[in-house]
């Protein structure tokens, strides 16, 4: 009764110790993987961050009026041959600008804010791309470490029955001494893929903010396929575009603006002064001339600015549709390279491998043999894992490139 009631507190303690530490442990789908990045990443929370500073330029050029006014004040003594007086004088003026100027300035800033959420959108896309490829690289290593535990545990079986043919005297120790390689090599095998996995979980952690255990699931299957006009519609709206035919509009903009200061400034005021005790109320008008610098610099730089932006909206448009078609041939190519194994390679496996091991505990299959059957049987997993997970990131590229992941 004794014994009886310590295992059982010891079973309550492991399966208490195993609840805490899979309640500690986040466990993440590629739904949530997404979520979370768009939600959390530091990465596009920094971006979202540059835009609020690029919305407060759009601030100062609503301004009305480009600069304060100015008040001016003058006290003195006036002395005369048959009297003295104290003379004063105050001023206020307000310079103004041509209304088309404001309107250009607007405009800039309108285009640099939808420059910034162009950027905005691009991170988001290249970190949903960073991310989705960690998590498919944890959940292929997750797959392969459960492969290669299987595959562990029929090796120790083989080794086992190795080892009790040798002791009856029906194999030599040779024999013995390959299936135990072999089990050997199995193991270093599933370690390399448990070091992958801690690989891409960390890499997932970085790029998510966590600072957690995490682990995840989800099917492993072959991704659906998809039709090439849709994915090169939609890379047609890809941020990167957004960002260059936004900063055309910026340069343009910034084109107007410089032409504006062709035009002159004008300024109104009022000044009240007392002289020889007359008081004196007169009002001012002042115009700037702009005769040396007349934007000349901006309208240049704008100008060089905005033909350079056009040939390279132009050229990106071209390299984005090569892409996407490189991207979609590649998946398709992926796609095919997953069905050829499961039609022809993946059936009869499990009964192959079963078949196989019974054969050689009763002595009618060789250790060479087996062993050569087994490897090739774990090699054929193997590569469907692989394959799967090429499919994957291979659909990942293509919807990045396409802008469908965002």
């Known amino acids: 009764m004794r014994i009886g009631s310590s295992a059982v507190a010891v079973c309550a303690t492991v399966c208490l110790q195993a609840g805490l530490a899979s309640a500690q442990t986040r466990v993440l789908t590629l739904a949530d993987v997404l979520t979370r990045a768009r939600d959390q990443a530091p990465q596009i929370a920094i971006a979202r961050l540059a835009l609020e500073e690029t919305r407060g330029r759009l601030v ?42 404001r309107s250009a300035r607007i405009d800039s800033a309108n285009a640099a804010v939808a420059l910034g959420a162009a950027h905005v959108d691009d991170t988001t896309r290249v970190v949903l791309r960073l991310a989705a490829v960690a998590y ?149 008008l002042t115009f700037s001339l702009p005769v040396a610098s007349k934007g000349q610099e901006q309208r240049a730089v704008g100008a060089a600015r905005a033909t350079r932006l056009r040939a390279e909206l132009e050229a990106s448009r071209t390299r984005i549709q090569l892409e996407v078609r490189t991207a979609f041939d590649a998946y398709n190519r992926r796609l095919a390279a997953v069905r050829i194994l499961e039609t022809d390679a993946m059936p009869g496996l499990d009964e192959n491998e079963t078949l196989s091991t019974r054969s050689f505990d009763v002595g ?43």
């Open 60 to 101: 100062g050029a609503s301004v009305r009026f480009p600069t304060n006014p100015e008040i001016d004040a003058s006290v003195g003594n006036r002395s005369g041959p048959a009297s003295r007086s104290t003379d004063f004088g105050l001023g206020f003026g307000q310079m103004f600008e041509p209304g088309a100027r």
């Open 136 to 284: 498919y690289r944890a959940l292929h290593a997750s797959e392969r470490i459960r492969l290669l535990t299987v595959t562990q545990e029929l090796a120790a079986t083989v080794y086992s029955v190795a080892d009790r043919r040798f002791r009856a005297g029906d194999i030599a120790v040779l024999d013995v001494n390959i299936s135990r390689a072999s089990l050997a090599r199995v193991r270093a095998e599933r370690e390399a893929a448990e070091a992958s996995r801690t690989l891409a979980l960390g890499d997932l952690k970085q790029l998510l903010g966590l600072d957690e255990d995490v682990a995840v699931q989800g099917p492993f299957s072959p991704p659906s396929a998809v039709e090439l006009a849709g994915v090169l519609q939609a890379a047609s709206q890809r941020p990167e575009l957004r960002a260059l035919d936004a900063a055309v509009r910026e340069a343009e903009a910034d084109v107007r603006l410089g032409g504006t200061f062709s035009k002159p400034d004008y300024g109104l005021g009022v000044r009240f002064s007392r002289e020889e005790g007359d008081r004196i109320v007169a009002g001012s």
């Open 364 to 406: 009618q299959l060789g250790l060479p043999e087996l062993l050569l059957i087994r490897r090739e049987i774990l090699e054929t997993r193997s590569q469907y894992l692989d394959a799967l997970l090429e499919a994957a990131l291979a659909r990942i590229d293509l919807d990045a490139s396409a802008a469908i992941l965002r």
